[in-house]
């Protein structure tokens, strides 16, 4: 789970101003500063659109066929694709193609059923991150319920208001203004105040949860896939930044445990839920560092430089959004010219 929804909002906007960066030729030349040594790629679902016109997860899903694409323009430009494990040897040593790791994050069977057999046709390493209470069917896709419960309701009460939701427009108004509010409180009210509202459309979570996301039976078999490599994302997918010392470093390590459990395979790669700076701070990249993971993902937008080799518990990814299915953009996007942008010229920005 990302900031897309902010993003989708000011998709149409940011779509304008990408073309035109695209369109000027200077992303090409700006590619030998800007492109740094590769890219951490992130995704989560992948599965055919259902369309509808109240989407606001949107951006967190792509088409097997953009996925297919997405692996064709990294082919075409050159990039080698490596399993995450690779990459902190990568950065100690030069080498002139750029390198892509492609990892999706929280579980989702559709990974299973779409994603895979595009990887397999291209031979693509993956890594996929487990949040293990997904997996036991306990932890809540809090976004999801918003989303379900604010499409079945025709008004939502929220913080002593009652905002209208009949119409599109107004079930998406009323999903940012709700998402926002909580995204800035603490985890326990946003929990409590969605589930609130997931119980007004007789929305059953748990339900949702198991609909949604691999159970264990399903991850074994993943994880003895050749080409899989199966990271940790917390138990119950918190904004850890949010949480106390204690319950933050026991959520990264008991999933790790979990994990190691379950598969019987050592798990070296962490990512931490939500991952923007208000939900993954610099202590939990040190925890993540004292705990012993190779690497950690957060979902700051950037490029991989050999910078980050010193801090391998902080990496930005690039994400493939839903908003921006487009050959186009995900061109623009791997020369690194609009992360320059977007970081204001620093090539770390965690
Ligand atoms: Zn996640």
């Known amino acids: 789970m990302t900031d897309v929804v902010k993003k989708g909002f000011r998709s149409r906007a940011l779509g304008a101003g990408l073309k035109a960066l695209g369109a000027s030729?200077?992303?090409?030349?700006?590619?030998?500063?800007?492109?740094?040594?590769?890219?951490?790629?992130?995704?989560?679902?992948?599965?055919?659109w259902?369309?509808?016109?109240?989407?606001?997860?949107?951006g967190l899903e792509i088409t097997p066929e953009f996925l297919d694409e997405t692996i064709a323009a990294l082919h075409g430009r050159g990039f080698d694709i490596v399993p995450l494990g690779e990459i902190p040897a990568r950065l100690r040593q030069p080498n002139?193609?750029?390198?892509?790791?492609?990892?999706?994050?929280?579980?989702?069977?559709?990974?299973?059923?779409?994603?895979?057999?595009?990887?397999?046709?291209?031979?693509?390493?993956?890594?996929?991150?487990?949040?293990?209470?997904?997996?036991?069917?306990?932890?809540?896709?809090?976004?999801?319920e918003l989303e379900n419960a604010i499409r079945a309701l025709d008004s939502v009460p929220f913080a002593g208001?009652?905002?209208?939701?009949?119409?599109?427009?107004?079930?998406?108004?009323?999903?940012?203004?709700?998402?926002?509010?909580?995204?800035a409180g603490s985890e326990a009210?946003?929990?409590?105040?969605?589930?609130?509202?997931?119980?007004?459309?007789?929305?059953?979570?748990?339900?949702?949860?198991?609909?949604?996301?691999?159970?264990?039976?399903?991850i074994a078999k993943l994880a003895t896939h050749p080409l899989c490599t199966i990271g940790a994302h917390t138990v119950t997918h918190p904004r850890l930044a949010k949480l106390g010392d204690a319950p933050a470093r026991q959520?990264?390590?008991?999933?790790?445990?979990?994990?190691?459990?379950?598969?019987?395979?050592?798990?070296?790669?962490?990512?931490?839920?939500?991952?923007?700076?208000?939900?993954?701070?610099?202590?939990?990249?040190?925890?993540?560092?004292?705990?012993?993971?190779?690497?950690?993902?957060?979902?700051?937008?950037?490029?991989?430089?050999?910078?980050?080799?010193?801090?391998?518990?902080?990496?930005?990814r690039l994400s493939v959004n839903g908003d921006y299915q487009e050959r186009a953009y995900l061109e623009l996007l791997l020369t690194g010219a609009p992360f320059w942008l977007w970081n204001r010229g620093r090539r770390i920005a965690a």
């Open 25 to 48: 030729g200077l992303p090409r030349l700006a590619q030998p500063f800007t492109q740094g040594r590769g890219a951490i790629l992130m995704f989560h679902h992948i599965r055919p």
């Open 50 to 58: 259902a369309g509808g016109v109240f989407t606001p997860n949107r």
């Open 96 to 144: 002139e193609k750029p390198f892509a790791a492609l990892t999706f994050d929280d579980g989702y069977r559709d990974n299973l059923v779409h994603a895979i057999p595009v990887l397999e046709k291209y031979g693509a390493p993956f890594t996929i991150y487990i949040a293990t209470g997904f997996a036991d069917g306990t932890a809540r896709l809090w976004w999801v």
């Open 161 to 183: 208001q009652t905002l209208p939701a009949s119409a599109a427009d107004e079930k998406m108004a009323a999903f940012l203004a709700i998402y926002w509010n909580l995204r």
């Open 189 to 218: 009210r946003l929990l409590d105040e969605i589930a609130r509202i997931a119980a007004l459309a007789r929305i059953d979570g748990a339900a949702l949860t198991r609909g949604l996301c691999m159970n264990w039976e399903e």
């Open 251 to 316: 959520e990264m390590a008991a999933s790790r445990d979990a994990i190691e459990a379950r598969l019987g395979q050592p798990v070296r790669h962490f990512a931490f839920p939500v991952g923007d700076p208000t939900s993954a701070s610099p202590r939990e990249f040190a925890v993540a560092a004292e705990l012993g993971f190779d690497t950690a993902v957060t979902t700051r937008k950037g490029m991989i430089f050999d910078a980050h080799a010193g801090r391998l518990t902080a990496l930005p």
